[in-house]
């Protein structure tokens, strides 16, 4: 167990090392340059050159790696280039709405997705599944800035529940940080609760049928008993290893959910960082992501062994 | 019950955030771009132009809205014979927001600042002209010039020659210090910029206590928030498509004002066959520009007939040199030696009225044989590639600086335009501080480029603010990227 939880996270700071690479070389290479794009259309050569010179670009491509690298070991990210502060800092303060929304979104996800695929799963074929199936293929189809507008339209402009976008954090109230937070978390659910229903049915009509299901219904337990106490458990575990794949897809997702409804996001942040060539603040935050995502799957995968101990040997 | 008395509180916290200003003295004004950073002597970004101008930050002198030089912190000035040396006489009782009083020795720091040779001002070429400056006393400035400027005045109303504090000038980027009648107060990066009213302005007071500058880059939030009441006014609206939503909105107007938007078909000068003036004209001739106005912002605009903005106090009517003849055209080219079938790129960065106009050009230019292939550009590739290096055939940009026509007499300018006649026309143009003069070249300036057309100029286009019905004075024409708020207030 503890040889291959070692092995594990070993895996994951090889691919941390080699992402980090990928991320600075694709920067590197991408046409643009940030001295260009701050001084804009009226900038005289001279200008240029001073300030890649007091931004370090004049520098090679390997020392600015090494720099960085060295610099985050040292638990410096570096400064923005347009902003001029400390990217960890800019980090952080985006990260008060965004991490909060990601959070917000898995639970309402979870919340939907998950006893619609058990209802489905125990009215297999009946017709209430027909229509909760042919619902949940509606809901997945629907693009998240199409649902966003609607959802605007109906409940900030027409009903006037909710802000039409916007966020100003948390020094203003819980609830109204979380009322401003609660239509960007919903069109940023629904397709992903569409996705958890769906797995979640097959998952438990297959463990339905398992061979231990007979038994334990031999056994005496009642289907309810049943039900609750061994088939949904084990349903379950597939499903947590869908939330650790479909993470990169929330984030991707809440780039757009960000800026339709205005939230001062970390996604926003990136969008606008890659547009300006802030290439502190977009290479950190990528890397940031790409290890939260592997933080989060290691973390599932302890408890998928937790929860199965048939696992335990091999990497989930 | 318990948590339900804790709900309560929470509603109450949300509630009385929402009542706690009086909303008759705060506005909020919606920008489409987050600025980079709060510091105009770093970045010439609108957006930084529209929080800071005349809010955080003056200048000796400003701009009015209608492009006309007029006094701010330089109370008057006199200019030598030679025109070489500017005497200013500055304000009286000027404070900085951190307390500090206005001295010469501010405008000393400033403007060699910007002209310094590690200086990052993006117009720093404004301020290398600049040969000394004397501080007679605390209120009287010498600028000496190495030759004389006819501009000077002009430029030192140009957000990037603020007058700042030698204390606070390098952490203007976070914490910007000015003389403006509004001060800095608070930025949620990437959602809003907050003005306090100065209380200690050594103008007219400002008429609102609070000014909230809110980044919306998406149309549609945007459009949202103003429907909605959470935004007051949108100065350049981004998106003419959207504006339908607020005809019929009782409480919200869009005016169409005017600013210095000059899109331009800029051609590479320096290479075949954009060299041969006979094929500059044939593409000239070979679109339709008024077709071109046609197809974009309800049809409204002005076709250019040279690199100058209808609402700039020199433009002048010039006649349409290079009306849509597509044979004189294919013959020009013909005579130029352009086979049929030829190669040229279109490159354009990623703005609406960019890839719009870029789609019908190569339409234009297909029917007179060329064969345009279109290049996408992201922006930070396009001001990389098209703009730093120069490294393109042909681009459609729109330059929205004010009376830029001096570009073309840039030894380093994308489009490689070189003419002694131009040069020496705008040399005289700068050497006179004499206004009827410096027309009179202007117009001879604009001629000769219409003559020679380095570029395809193609059309102006007007600017709309979307705005609450009750708001008064705030600008809808405007010369620079700017939005004084200091005599914007709400209707009685």
């Given at each position: ?316 | ?266 051609l590479n000068n320096a290479r075949r066959p954009f060299n041969d003036?006979?094929v500059r ?55 130029a030696g352009i086979?049929?079938?030829t190669q040229i ?48 055939d ?22 490689h ?76």
């Amino acid at each position: 167990m503890m040889i291959g939880v070692a092995q594990t996270v070993l895996g994951r700071i090889s691919v941390l090392v080699v992402a980090s690479i990928i991320v600075f070389a694709l920067l590197a290479i991408l046409p643009g340059d940030p001295a260009t794009v701050m001084l804009g259309l009226d900038a005289s050569p001279e200008s240029i050159a001073a300030l890649h010179h007091q931004l370090g670009l004049d520098a090679s491509p390997v020392t600015r790696y090494f720099r960085w690298v060295v610099g985050l070991f040292h638990g410096n990210a570096g400064t923005s280039y347009v902003y001029d502060v400390p990217v960890s800092g800019l980090i952080l303060e985006r990260f008060q709405s965004t991490l909060p929304l990601i959070i917000f979104a898995t639970c309402l996800a979870l919340l939907i997705g998950l006893p619609i695929g058990s209802i489905a799963a125990t009215r297999r074929g009946k017709r209430l599944d027909l229509a909760l199936m042919a619902l949940l293929q509606l809901l997945k189809s629907i693009p998240d800035f199409w649902l966003a507008m609607m959802m605007t339209f109906l409940f900030s402009l027409t009903l006037q529940w909710f802000p039409a976008g916007g966020f100003s954090g948390w020094n203003h109230g819980v609830f109204s940080a979380l009322r401003a937070l609660t239509l960007p978390a919903v069109a940023l659910a629904i397709p992903q609760a569409a996705i958890i229903a769906r797995f979640m049915r097959s998952s438990l009509i297959d463990t339905l049928e398992q061979d231990f299901i007979r038994t334990a219904r031999a056994q005496g337990y009642s289907r309810q008993g049943v039900l609750w106490r061994v088939a949904l458990p084990n349903a379950v575990i597939p499903v947590l290893t869908l939330i650790g794949i479909q993470l990169p897809v929330l984030v991707t997702g809440s780039i757009i959910v960000e800026n339709v409804f205005n939230i001062p996001g970390c996604s926003k942040l990136l969008l606008e960082a890659v547009n300006q060539r802030d290439i502190p603040v977009v290479q950190n935050l990528v890397m940031l992501i790409v290890a939260g995502v592997l933080v989060l799957n290691l973390f599932l995968s302890l408890i998928i062994r937790w929860l199965d101990p048939r696992l335990a040997g091999s990497d989930a | 019950m318990k948590s339900s008395s804790v709900l309560i509180v929470l509603l109450g916290l949300g509630l009385a955030s929402q009542a706690s200003a009086d909303p008759r003295d705060t506005m909020s004004i919606g920008v489409s771009i987050e600025p980079p950073g709060l510091d105009p002597t770093r970045t010439p970004s609108e957006a930084v132009g529209t929080i800071t101008y005349n809010n955080i930050y003056e200048g000796l002198t400003r701009l009015d809205r209608d492009g006309h030089v007029q006094p701010l912190l330089a109370r008057e000035w006199t200019v030598s014979d030679d025109g070489r040396v500017y005497h200013f006489t500055l304000q009286d009782n000027v404070r900085f927001h951190d307390g500090s009083p206005l001295t010469c020795e501010n405008v000393r720091f400033s403007l060699l600042r910007a002209g310094a040779a590690n200086s990052t001002n993006p117009d720093r070429n404004f301020f290398t002209n600049i040969a000394d400056i004397a501080c007679l006393d605390a209120s009287h400035a010498d600028v000496t010039l190495k030759k004389p400027h006819g501009s000077f005045t002009y430029e030192l109303a140009w957000n990037d020659a603020s007058i700042l504090s030698p204390v606070s000038a390098d952490k203007n980027v976070s914490h910007p210090i000015g003389t403006g009648p509004f001060r800095f107060e608070e930025w949620q990066r990437g959602d809003h910029v907050t003005l306090a009213r100065n209380p200690d302005y050594w103008g007219k007071a400002p008429l609102l206590k609070t000014v909230t500058f809110r980044c919306m880059p998406d149309p549609l939030a945007a459009s949202n928030a103003l429907l909605a009441g959470e935004l007051d006014a949108y100065p350049s609206f981004p998106a003419p498509e959207v504006l339908s939503r607020f005809i019929d909105h009782p409480g919200i107007r869009v005016v169409r004002g005017t600013f210095p938007f000059k899109a331009i078909l800029a051609l590479n000068n320096a290479r075949r066959p954009f060299n041969d003036i006979r094929v500059r004209q044939a593409i000239a001739y070979a679109i339709d520009r008024k077709a071109l106005v046609q197809a974009g912002a309800d049809g409204e605009g002005t076709v250019l007939q040279s690199h100058m903005a209808p609402n700039d106090p020199d433009y002048v009517s010039l006649p349409d040199r290079y009306s849509y003849d597509p044979e004189h055209a294919r013959a020009l080219l013909k005579q130029a030696g352009i086979r049929p079938g030829t190669q040229i790129t279109l490159s354009y960065p990623p703005i609406t009225y960019a890839r719009d106009t870029s789609e019908i050009v190569a339409a234009y230019l297909e029917q007179v044989g060329l064969i345009v292939t279109l290049q996408p550009l992201e922006w930070p590739a396009w001001l990389g590639q098209v703009f730093g290096q120069g490294k393109f055939d042909m681009t459609v940009i729109a330059h929205t600086e004010p009376h830029d026509i001096g570009i073309y007499d840039r030894d380093t300018i994308y489009f490689h335009y070189k003419n002694p006649e131009f040069h020496s026309l705008f040399e005289q143009y700068e050497a006179t501080d004499n206004p009827e003069e410096r027309h009179r070249l202007s117009v001879a300036m604009q001629d000769r480029l219409a003559q020679d057309e380095p570029n395809v100029f193609l059309f102006s286009r007007p600017r709309d603010t979307v705005m609450n019905r009750h708001i008064l004075g705030l600008w809808t024409d405007q010369q620079i990227a700017a939005c004084p708020m200091a005599d914007v207030s709400w209707a009685p």
